[in-house]
């Protein structure tokens, strides 16, 4: 070592494991001729650098400006240090540290180097269908514990083959450390069987597999966070027994295409949806369908969109490659239960689905749902952010303690926090369903484990029923903090936008507990993190049958229309009423007078639900959200005009819904069509929340509006209401990371806690 040589010491955070970092390091190292060494922490990357100082200045800021495309870093230092002499640069086995604060990677898509090996027949790799290197593959869902080495992996199973693992110790090669390296002679295999669960005798599984299809048959696929069930999608006999058999009679199936241009044969792929479509995280996208197209109605019906992606894994590949346009990828479950993840446990509770199962051995440790994404509004909105996303965490604006967030009922997700990171939980699904309970608890255990979080906090929602209430409330020995649910909508927005309020927040869903007890919706917010106060809302109105009225959205429509007509109601001349029969009316005017099992509501959701039963759409649901998600399909394009609206104001402005359901009966009386309907009813939403926030600014002095909450998911109100808020000059903000609906509730929780416990 000459007298110019130094040495320094480099600290690295993020994701930054798993990701071909260390040889990224070893490779940058040598091209400025350094030596030292380079190892896997728990708490990230640990480097000693030495050499000419001037080389070592160009290799930090080389660092950050060329790290892997996979890397994240959050954190970076750096710290003079002695100088070792070392001889070389190296790579060294993980340490151990007491803190663990490493962040682990998403699962990500088959990158385009191992795509192409995939398919090159002079490759050993050669449609091996579990190919994968340090910049693509399984990570989230295999991981048991970190530092993220194969030991703590689902690849623990298999001992590579000399070549593999000569690969794995190379550092110039793309699989350096790539923890589930493995080829046909070492790693996991698939195999195809019967429902019966008799091996099918074939050379090529995947080939038969895909003959199988052709023929109409339903194969549960297992895939890299779970099962999926697969039918080819232009076979509507296919597609439709599908459906008997799952009981999914009406929700969108997702579809999956080899590439971007097959997508196009049947949906409309703009610029900034095709880069999502080929992103890492392979998203499912909604893209708005092309007429007339072959994919069959059953996929889709009612819808103008379809939910389509590409593949992410191999095996996907290998099965879209063979002449198919798309083929139906849905969740493998039973309704409303967990994706399966087990082999064992996709015989058992599968084999009344599938006709056959192709199955492989590489074992799944956590379930990760496909994401969905759309882009709306000029942004990327997400609706399930799961596979691909998690456990990429929110960075927040502050630090806070760590804390447990236990989220909502429907659509849960849970939130860890460390530090200036929220770690929001793949979707995990409904809780009422006892599978989907076990998988929450699994879940928390989990992230507690790989994040090395042990929550001082739990926060949880106001409902005392929730199931996710009733886990915080059995923890002991940690602090407890409830959060009313359209607070912690709007605080989940103002996190994930690094603002601080107070905030006009907008927050619009089906149901959430008020503070006085009755099912919230449609409430306008005055937000501060810790606290809120309810300066408008929807007027009260009676819910019939209680959660029955969500099933039966008619039941909502003899609410709305009573309150609005009174006992004259009865001599309208609409659909609804005769379809519905007299007597099914008069006792749901009974359950109102009497206030019998008839909670009161503010709630917006239920409104879209009464306006899609008036109009004729929708007088029952087979999935949550049907009715306003057919109301908001149908609307027409070439409307112009609103409703009446109108609001009292007292101690807050209480929204009358009876002015836009006179307008709606009189428009449907003189037989105007739902479509125009439909967006004259979108149009008097927006035109109302414009005005009302306008006079909530002259009387709190607030610009910031916040949006949130499961209505924000209709694109024709996200999007027009922006623009009017907008043109009112307002600083209008909405979620881009996390969903607006109950799936983005936990992150509010966890910071409505931190603000609560601070204060």
């Known amino acids: 070592m000459t007298e110019e040589c130094v040495a320094r010491r480099v600290e690295i955070n993020g994701i930054v494991q798993g990701v071909g970092f260390r040889p990224f390091v070893y490779k940058l190292a040598n091209r400025y001729n350094l030596k030292g060494k380079v190892a896997n922490t728990s708490s990230g990357v640990f480097i000693h650098i030495e050499g000419n100082k001037q080389h070592i200045e160009f290799f930090c800021r080389d660092i950050s400006e060329k790290k892997p495309p996979l890397a994240h870093i959050t954190e970076i230092d750096f710290f003079d240090e002695l100088v070792n002499n070392y001889q070389d640069f190296t790579i060294v086995d993980s340490r151990e540290q007491s803190v663990m604060t490493t962040l682990i990677s998403p699962d990500v898509s088959v990158c385009d180097d191992c795509r192409h090996e995939l398919f090159d027949l002079n490759d050993r790799r050669f449609q091996y269908p579990f190919i994968n290197c340090t910049n693509c593959g399984p990570r989230y869902t295999i991981i048991a514990d970190i530092p993220y080495d194969r030991p703590q992996t689902s690849m623990k199973h298999f001992k590579m083959c000399p070549l593999c693992q000569a690969e794995y110790d190379d550092p110039a090669n793309r699989r350096f450390h790539a923890q589930p390296n493995a080829c046909e002679d070492c790693g996991p295999h698939v195999r195809l069987f019967d429902n019966a669960r008799q091996k099918i005798t074939t050379p090529?599984?995947?080939?038969?597999?895909?003959t199988l299809l052709k023929q109409g048959c339903i194969i549960a696929v297992k895939g890299l966070g779970g099962f999926h069930l697969a039918v080819d999608a232009e076979n509507d006999d296919a597609v439709t027994r599908l459906r008997r058999r799952k009981h999914r009679e009406a929700k969108p199936l997702a579809i999956m295409s080899y590439d971007v241009e097959r997508i196009r044969k049947y949906a409309q792929v703009e610029q900034k949806e095709e880069k999502l479509l080929t992103s890492s995280q392979r998203p499912i996208v909604l893209l708005k369908k092309k007429e007339p197209n072959s994919i069959a109605k059953a996929v889709a019906p009612r819808n103008c969109y379809f939910g389509a992606m590409l593949p992410y894994t191999p095996l996907h590949y290998l099965l879209l490659s063979r002449g198919f346009t798309a083929l139906v990828m849905t969740s493998g479950n039973l309704r409303e239960e967990p994706i399966v993840i087990d082999n064992d446990d996709a015989f058992e509770r599968l084999s009344d689905i599938a006709d056959y199962f192709l199955i492989h051995n590489r074992d799944i440790y956590l379930r990760s749902d496909d994401s969905i994404v759309r882009k709306t509004a000029g942004a990327t909105r997400v609706i399930r952010?799961?596979?691909?996303y998690v456990p990429v965490p929110v960075f927040l604006k502050n630090k806070v303690p760590p804390i447990l967030a236990c989220g909502a009922e429907l659509k849960n997700t849970i939130c860890l926090t460390k530090a200036n990171k929220a770690f929001v939980s793949q979707h995990i699904g409904d809780l009422e369903n006892p599978a989907t309970y076990d998988f929450f608890e699994l879940t928390i255990r989990h992230m507690k484990l790989i994040l090395d979080i042990q929550p001082e906090i739990i926060a949880f929602d106001l409902h005392p029923d929730y199931l996710s209430s009733r886990y915080a409330q059995e923890q002991k020995d940690i602090k407890k903090v409830q959060v009313q649910h359209h607070h912690a909508h709007i605080v989940s927005a103002m996190a994930e936008n690094r603002i601080d309020g107070p905030v006009i927040g907008l927050s619009f869903d089906g149901a959430g507990y008020g503070t006085d007890g009755a099912i919230w919706g449609g409430e306008i917010l005055i937000t501060d993190i810790e606290k809120f106060s309810r300066t408008a809302h929807f007027a009260y109105l009676p819910m019939p049958g209680s959660a029955a009225a969500i099933k039966e959205p008619w039941r909502m429509a003899v609410s709305y229309l009573y309150d609005a007509f009174g006992e004259k109601f009865w001599d309208l001349d609409l659909p609804l009423l005769k379809a519905i029969g007299t007597n099914k009316v008069k006792i749901m005017v009974d359950m109102v007078n009497k206030k019998i099992n008839a909670p009161f509501t503010s709630s917006l959701g239920r409104l879209?639900?009464?306006?899609?039963?008036?109009?004729?759409?929708?007088?029952?649901?087979?999935?949550?959200?049907?009715?306003?998600?057919?109301?908001?399909m149908l609307a027409s394009d070439q409307v112009a005009g609103i409703y009446d609206y109108e609001w009292e104001t007292t101690d807050s402005h209480k929204i009358l819904t009876r002015p836009i359901i006179q307008g709606v009966v009189k428009d449907m009386l003189q037989g105007i069509h739902p479509?125009?309907?439909s967006r004259k009813f979108h149009q008097t939403l927006i035109r109302l929340f414009a005005e009302l926030c306008e006079v909530i600014r002259e009387e709190s002095g607030l610009n910031k509006v916040v949006l949130s909450g499961g209505v924000f998911q209709n694109s024709i109100l996200l999007t027009g209401?922006?623009?009017a808020l907008e043109e009112a000059k307002f600083n209008v903000y909405?979620?881009?990371?996390?969903p607006p609906n109950d799936g983005g509730i936990s992150l509010g929780q966890a910071m409505v806690a931190a603000a609560v416990v601070d204060t």
């Not at 879209?608 to 109301?631: C, K, P, T, Y």
């Not at 909405?734 to 996390?738: F, I, M, N, R, Y």
């Open 204 to 210: 090529n599984p995947i080939e038969k597999t895909a």
């Open 385 to 388: 952010r799961s596979r691909g």
């Open 608 to 632: 879209f639900d009464g306006i899609a039963s008036i109009a004729g759409i929708r007088n029952h649901v087979l999935f949550e959200g049907q009715a306003a998600m057919e109301l908001e």
């Open 675 to 677: 479509s125009v309907i």
């Open 721 to 723: 209401l922006i623009k």
């Open 734 to 738: 909405s979620h881009t990371l996390v």
